[in-house]
């Protein structure tokens, strides 16, 4: 069955890092892609970065991006975010989900993408 379990949070100071990690299992990579989402307490869900799991492309919302860094190992089935320079405002729980492929775009500076499952997430919370 599909499965995506996320590790890797946990509590960092502003201006720290962490990354996280998806291991995907379930189905094949043909025909999806991966992506991070999160969701703040009181916030709605919203998408973070995604990558195609072929070619590689990578999109990032506004929010994130050049502080935050997606990449894949397709042979150990595991997406990453790197996250340097975390703010307060990051402070979420962080949700990777499996895409349909190609369906990640970046639209008026947020990520929208049609994702089926998603994992149990994982709690990053930046304070000092």
């Known amino acids: 069955q599909v499965q995506l379990v996320e590790s890797g949070g946990g509590l960092v100071q502003p201006g720290g890092s962490l990354r996280l990690s998806c291991a995907h299992s379930?189905?094949?990579?043909?025909?999806?892609?991966i992506g991070w989402f999160r969701q703040a307490p009181g916030k709605e869900r919203e998408g973070v970065s995604c990558?195609?799991?072929?070619?590689?492309?990578?999109h990032y919302a506004d929010s994130v991006k050049g502080r935050f860094t997606i990449s894949r190992d397709n042979a150990k089935r595991t997406v990453y975010l790197q996250m340097n320079s975390l703010k307060p405002e990051d402070t979420a729980v962080y949700y990777c989900?499996?895409?349909?492929?190609?369906?990640?775009?970046?639209?008026?500076?947020?990520?929208?993408?049609?994702?089926?499952?998603w994992g149990q997430g994982t709690q990053v919370t930046v304070s000092s």
């Open positions: 989900a499996r895409q349909t492929k190609w369906s990640c775009m970046v639209v008026g500076g947020t990520i929208r993408a049609r994702a089926d499952y």
């Open positions: 379930g189905f094949t990579l043909d025909y999806y892609d």
């Open positions: 990558i195609n799991s072929s070619a590689g492309i990578s």
